[in-house]
T-cell receptor
């Protein structure tokens, strides 16, 4: 079955540590996105990529980094520079234009 | 710029109707609607493109008023399964979906038996 796989589902991190969230899709979509969700804030765009080896900053890119070395994969690194990283992270992909397909999400908690 | 959704929350009895609004201060190319259950990923409901076409999905339909840069989601004869948080996602400019969607803060819908 086609879809988007995010891992891990839950992640705990100590302050000052970098963590990488995985996002893999087998939908053959060109575009991939990372959103952050906080209670009452909706979904906010972190980074997006339209093609391999290219990506753009979204509205809240500070403290995050991404790579797009393969069409299927778009990992997100939450760096120690991110001041408040505890959140629910959602990866999505689509054919442009069209509906976004979301992964199940990764919940990051900083201890 | 983040679109504004209203109301923030709605509580209905099963069988009642609801309208959720989404408005933007910028010219829109498209509006998407998604529903999210607690702890799950958002699920696509429908997309409306510039042109004001109304779309429908069973008892859920939506409209897009290009002049007012406003979209409304209509839920008729609500069912318990309609409970969740509804988000509108907007795309500005010439379209193409290349830059991702900007989402509103969501409308919490609770359906009581």
């Amino acid at each position: 079955d086609g879809g988007i796989t995010q891992s891990p589902k839950y992640l705990f991190r100590k302050e000052g540590q970098n963590v990488t969230l995985s996002c893999e899709q087998n939908l053959n979509h060109d575009a991939m996105y990372w959103y952050r969700q906080d209670p009452g804030q909706g979904l906010r765009l972190i980074y997006y990529s339209q093609i391999v080896n290219d990506f753009q900053k979204g509205d809240i890119a500070e403290g995050y980094s991404v790579s797009r070395e393969k069409k299927e994969s778009f990992p997100l690194t939450v760096t120690s520079a991110q001041k408040n990283p505890t959140a629910f992270y959602l990866c999505a992909s689509n054919w442009r234009p069209g509906e976004l397909f979301f992964g199940e999400g990764s919940r990051l908690t900083v201890l | 710029q983040q679109p504004v959704q209203s109301p923030q929350a709605v509580i209905l009895r099963e069988g009642e109707d609801a309208v959720i609004n989404c408005s933007s201060s910028k010219a829109l190319y498209s509006v998407h609607w998604y529903r999210q259950k607690h702890g799950e990923a958002p699920v696509f409901l429908m997309i409306l493109l510039k042109g004001g076409e109304q779309k429908g999905h069973e008892k859920i339909s939506a409209s897009f008023n290009e002049k007012k840069q406003q979209s409304s989601l209509y839920l008729t004869a609500s069912q318990l399964s309609y409970s969740g948080t509804y988000f509108c996602g907007t795309e500005m400019g010439s379209g193409g979906g290349a830059d991702g969607l900007t989402f509103g803060k969501g409308t919490h819908l609770i359906i009581q038996p």
